[in-house]
């Protein structure tokens, strides 16, 4: 199957400084990626949709100017916590769908982020 | 709205043992289903995709089923072993492109050595 990649995988930071997370579908070009956030022990939601060269659409609730999207190219989208605090300590996920390849979704490994 | 339901949430099975999670959905209007399991601390790795015309995949050990009018899917994992213990969600596709899954809670599965 096609091959989604994260990076970093793990990152700590300050409260106040802000994060970038990558993702990449490696073999295969995405012109939609989806963001999630997962909290221990429960299911991933949903925080916003990325579309290659247009705005990202963002889930209720979910505060567009603290988590920023850019999906820049058709195999990169990244994900910025903006003024990080501790409570956006989270697992992030991001994950693509192959159009080509029977419209299967592929997820990344996620990205652990500690906010101290 | 569509809504997915997974049924047991949680399944503790001897080694060896065969087993089927369930799986159901509200609309039977999908494109596709698919079904991952999470190991903790993980994303999500996708096991099998059954396209809506489709009744049936199979990938070695696994097998899942589709039955779209009734709005519900099974995934039978035969001879179970220990590595299979994880989380296992299914998740439904409309086919809206741009649009993501509607996932279900999980089944969280521990395999007993």
């Known amino acids: 199957g096609a091959v989604v990649s994260q990076h970093p995988s793990w990152v700590i930071c300050k409260s106040g400084t802000s994060v970038k997370i990558e993702c990449r579908s490696l073999?295969?070009?995405?012109?939609?990626m989806f963001w999630y956030r997962q909290f221990p022990k429960q299911s991933l939601m949903l925080m916003a949709t990325?579309?290659?060269?247009?705005?990202?659409?963002?889930e209720q609730g979910v505060e567009k100017d603290k988590f920023l999207i850019n999906h820049a190219s058709l195999t990169l989208s990244t994900l910025t916590v903006t003024s990080a605090h501790p409570e956006d300590s989270s697992f992030y996920i991001c994950s693509a769908r192959d159009y080509h390849f029977n419209n299967e979704q592929f997820f990344g490994p996620g990205t652990r982020l500690t906010v101290l | 709205k569509q809504e997915v339901t997974q049924i047991p949430a949680a399944l503790s099975v001897p080694e060896g043992e065969n087993l089927v999670l369930n799986c159901s959905f509200t609309?039977?209007?999908?494109?596709?289903l698919q079904w991952f399991r999470q190991d903790p601390g993980k994303g999500l790795t996708s096991l099998l995709l059954i396209q809506s015309s489709q009744r049936e995949q199979t990938s070695g050990r696994l097998n899942a089923s589709l039955d779209k009018s009734s709005g519900r899917s099974t995934l039978y994992i035969a001879a179970s072993q220990p590595g299979d213990s994880a989380t296992y969600l299914c998740a439904v596709w409309d086919g809206n492109y741009g649009q993501n899954f509607v996932f279900g809670p999980g089944t969280r599965l521990s395999v007993l050595p």
């Open positions: 609309d039977s209007a999908i494109y596709n």
């Open positions: 990325s579309n290659e060269g247009s705005k990202a659409t963002y």
């Open positions: 073999d295969f070009q995405a012109t939609t």
